[in-house]
């Protein structure tokens, strides 16, 4: 979980004073552009020639959707902390249109996001019932590199203290 936010930290182990503001911000726009993605791919996804719809009609889920998003409270919620939900989000959502092109890559950022939370392991059912195996490949070689990662920072004390102490408690 603290392995994307090494960088912030100095040498005494403190967070930069412009940290939280800064994530804040990332957030913020790193949110607001995967709503717009998720709109510019509804409205995508569906053949122009074959639908007769009112020309407003993109206009009006583009606004609802901004509207839905800004009530969306949970996002609001952990907007001051860490916790990375919108980026969880996004970054998934890539994952998923990245999965017929690049599907090692796609699998490495499922497990990336499934050891930054434990939901996202749970992104990895899609692939295994649609027997994309490339994707599972790159999950299992995901899972070594941050796994192999986290050991090389954080050391063996840390991760066992983790499996054997937060995890049962997280999962319970």
């Not at 913020?28 to 009112?54: E, H, M, S």
């Not at 990375?84 to 959502?93: C, F, R, S, T």
């Not at 790159?138 to 203290?161: M, S």
Request: hydrophobic share 60%; proline share 6%.
């Amino acid at each position: 979980y603290l392995l994307p936010f090494l960088p912030w930290f100095d040498a005494d182990g403190q967070w930069h004073a412009w940290f939280a503001p800064g994530l804040s911000i990332f957030y913020v726009v790193f949110y607001g552009v995967t709503i717009g993605l998720i709109c510019w791919l509804v409205l995508n996804c569906f053949p122009v020639k074959a639908q007769r719809i009112d020309r407003s009609t993109p206009f009006i889920f583009v606004l609802l959707s901004i509207a839905f998003a800004c009530l969306y409270m949970p996002f609001f919620v952990v907007l001051g902390g860490t916790s990375g939900e919108a980026y969880i989000i996004g970054v998934a959502l890539i994952a998923f249109l990245c999965m017929q092109r690049m599907p090692y890559v796609s699998g490495c950022i499922l497990v990336y996001l499934g050891c930054i939370k434990l939901y996202p392991f749970f992104f990895l059912a899609y692939p295994l019932l649609t027997r994309q195996w490339r994707v599972l490949l790159g999950a299992l070689a995901g899972f070594f590199l941050v796994g192999g990662a986290t050991l090389w920072v954080f050391g063996a004390d840390e991760i066992f203290f983790y499996i054997s102490k937060v995890l049962p408690i997280l999962l319970s």
